[in-house]
């Protein structure tokens, strides 16, 4: 799962409360991380019942700011930074010339000039160097705080009744952030999320870490908040159909191929990977992806092979078995001609074709204030659809 790792194994500001919460670690981009504390399907069910919190501290976050701030950044990523006010985030991805993927991340506008950007953590070096390699003549300065920031994500239906117990700030909206005091320490909080599930995240300074998520549990413990590890945080983005950095992006696929087109702003001045996004918007893909799952008992995993009529038609990008639906799903990059919903995939796991059927994207989705959405999976037990 994600990135990969160079050999070197770091720790986050909250490695040893894992530890001591009798959490399984992993080697996970480079980082000791916790991959489950419970297990994966009851800390998965906790998030989309109750609430639950992350430890996103091997994230990476980038200060750009000067005068030249927004025109240098309009120039590295695809989608419009126009549509940006202070206190508001979007997503963002960055190209290289060919049009694949770099990384795919969060600009927040923290004031005039001033932007944060918040990028993978197997990335961080790579898009570091990528941006100060084409700084240029721009009046910009462009800083790593990565080291010195602290991120938490709460996650779940009762997210909000848990974080108005610990500040009386009036919360943000749906992608958009504030900065407050939070237990005494300066944070922004915005509302972004990787769930499928409403939620906010938390930026501070590394040394408070331990203590804002020792009081984010203490004041969720109530509505049954949990932590919960990496396992459950790819499962719930599989089902909400969000990219994963190595899996859905990557420097061999481009934005468009896996349906992420609408934030590709082609109408806008010159950006790195504009001419061949452009054409690829305007003509299409060889190549597309689609979300599937499965019919035959057995789970697809990452780069497992699909073939439709004995011919070799893509891979599968994510899969996993879905505690929400009880069904194998996943996402897979395959030969457009083959993409129609409700076509049959044959997917070869242990050495022998599973047939699977391509469904409509997402399995579960966020809808905005307190709805949701999920669609109807086969075979799916009625007490777990959508769980609501």
Not at 372 to 385: A, E, G, S
Request: net charge positive; glycine share 8%; charged share 30%.
């Amino acid at each position: 799962m994600g990135c990969g790792s160079n050999g070197i194994v770091r720790k986050t500001p909250l490695a040893e409360v894992h530890k001591n919460l009798g959490a399984t670690m992993v080697d996970f981009a480079g980082w000791y991380m916790p991959m489950q504390y419970t297990s994966v399907i009851d800390e998965h069910t906790t998030t989309r019942t109750k609430a639950g919190l992350f430890d996103i501290c091997h994230m990476g976050e980038f200060i750009v700011k000067g005068k030249g701030s927004f025109n240098f950044l309009q120039k590295m990523a695809v989608n419009d930074l126009n549509k940006l006010t202070v206190g508001k985030a979007i997503f963002n991805i960055l190209c290289y010339e060919n049009g694949t993927v770099i990384d795919d991340l969060f600009i927040y506008k923290l004031k005039e000039n001033e932007y944060m950007i918040v990028v993978n953590a197997c990335n961080i070096q790579k898009d570091l160097e990528w941006l100060k390699k084409h700084k240029g003549n721009f009046e910009v300065e462009i800083n790593d705080v990565s080291d010195q920031t602290a991120k938490l994500d709460l996650q779940g239906p009762l997210s909000e009744k848990i974080l108005r117990k610990l500040t009386s700030a009036e919360l943000p909206k749906r992608f958009h952030f504030i900065e407050t005091e939070l237990s005494e320490i300066r944070t922004i909080i915005s509302r972004t999320g990787y769930t499928g599930e409403d939620g906010f995240e938390f930026y501070f300074p590394a040394e408070n870490a331990e203590k804002i998520w020792t009081e984010i549990l203490d004041a969720g413990e109530e509505y049954g908040i949990k932590p919960i590890g990496l396992g459950a945080r790819d499962t719930l983005r599989i089902e909400a159909c969000y990219p994963l950095y190595g899996h859905e992006t990557n420097d061999k696929i481009t934005p468009i191929e896996v349906g992420l087109g609408w934030l590709v702003k082609t109408e806008k001045e010159d950006f790195i990977g504009k001419e061949i996004l452009k054409k690829q918007k305007e003509h299409g893909t060889e190549r597309i992806l689609v979300v599937f799952e499965m019919v035959d008992r057995g789970i697809a995993r990452e780069n497992y092979e699909i073939f439709a009529n004995n011919e070799k038609i893509g891979h599968v990008t994510s899969g996993t078995f879905s505690p929400t639906f009880r069904k194998s799903l996943g996402m897979a990059l395959i030969k457009k001609p083959f993409s129609e919903i409700g076509n049959e995939l044959n997917i070869k796991i242990k050495g022998k074709l599973h047939k699977a059927k391509i469904v409509k994207r997402p399995f579960y989705e966020y809808k905005g204030g307190q709805k949701w959405k999920t669609q109807k999976i086969l075979n799916t037990p009625k007490t777990m659809n959508g769980l609501r």
